[in-house]
T-cell receptor, first 113, second 113 residues
Framework: DAGVIQSPRHEVTEMGQEVTLRCKPISGHDYLFWYRQTMMRGLELLIY????????DSGMPEDRFSAKMPNASFSTLKIQPSEPRDSAVYFCASSSPPLTEAFFGQGTRLTVV | GDSVTQMEGPVTLSEEACLTINCTYTATGYPSLFWYVQYPGEGLQLLLKATKADDKGSNKGFEATYRKETTSFHLEKGSVQVSDSAVYFCALSLYNQGGKLIFGQGTELSVKP
């Protein structure tokens, strides 16, 4: 398996624009996680899905953030409108119990100017 | 709530020195414990894990033992190499949360030749 695939790897956008980050989990994994990494706050869980259903979105910072998982092989994280403070590395991860660990993608480095 | 605390960095060592990165946790249930490693510009990779008390996880010369009595999972390596330079994250996950991880703040390790 190719692992968790995220796109794009880098995104530079202007404040106010819509940004969409994409993730393809490992085939057969039924949990999908979105994390954000910043220097100030470290790694934060934003939202996670089980069998395409959002289970916990308490980490989503504001209504400007939304995430969807229309099918088992694809998820998006959207920010609209984007702000400079959204600049961070966004990671997607997937897992499949009874395995206890999650497998991470390479991340998307977002810069909002 | 559930949390992970790990030793602050950065840690700078000479090649072949001994490494210990301390990690303690607070959890309401019986967590699985992990060390993830992040090389520059990369995603997080699982380094090792332990799923129950007194288990020892090991990989690439790194070891960590799940100590329930001290709620600790310290990372150790007897002789570090320049290629071990990275950021190390301690994390826990709880049963029935499908691999949802709670991370420590990360410890940056720099190994000099």
């Amino acid at each position: 398996d190719a692992g968790v695939i995220q796109s794009p790897r880098h995104e530079v956008t202007e404040m106010g624009q819509e940004v969409t980050l994409r993730c393809k989990p490992i085939s057969g994994h039924d949990y999908l996680f979105w994390y954000r990494q910043t220097m100030m706050r470290g790694l934060e869980l934003l939202i996670y899905f089980n069998n395409n259903v959002p289970i916990d979105d308490s980490g989503m910072p504001e209504d400007r953030f939304s995430a969807k998982m229309p099918n088992a092989s694809f998820s998006t994280l959207k920010i609209q409108p984007s702000e400079p403070r959204d600049s961070a590395v966004y990671f997607c991860a997937s897992s499949s119990p009874p395995l206890t660990e999650a497998f991470f993608g390479q991340g998307t480095r977002l810069t909002v100017v | 709530g559930d949390s992970v605390t790990q030793m602050e960095g950065p840690v700078t060592l000479s090649e072949e020195a001994c490494l210990t990165i301390n990690c303690t946790y607070t959890a309401t249930g019986y967590p699985s414990l992990f060390w993830y490693v992040q090389y520059p510009g990369e995603g997080l990779q699982l380094l090792l894990k332990a799923t129950k008390a007194d288990d020892k996880g090991s990989n690439k010369g790194f070891e960590a033992t799940y100590r329930k009595e001290t709620t600790s999972f310290h990372l150790e390596k007897g002789s570090v190499q320049v290629s071990d330079s990275a950021v190390y994250f301690c994390a826990l996950s709880l049963y029935n949360q499908g691999g949802k991880l709670i991370f420590g703040q990360g410890t940056e390790l720099s190994v000099k030749p």
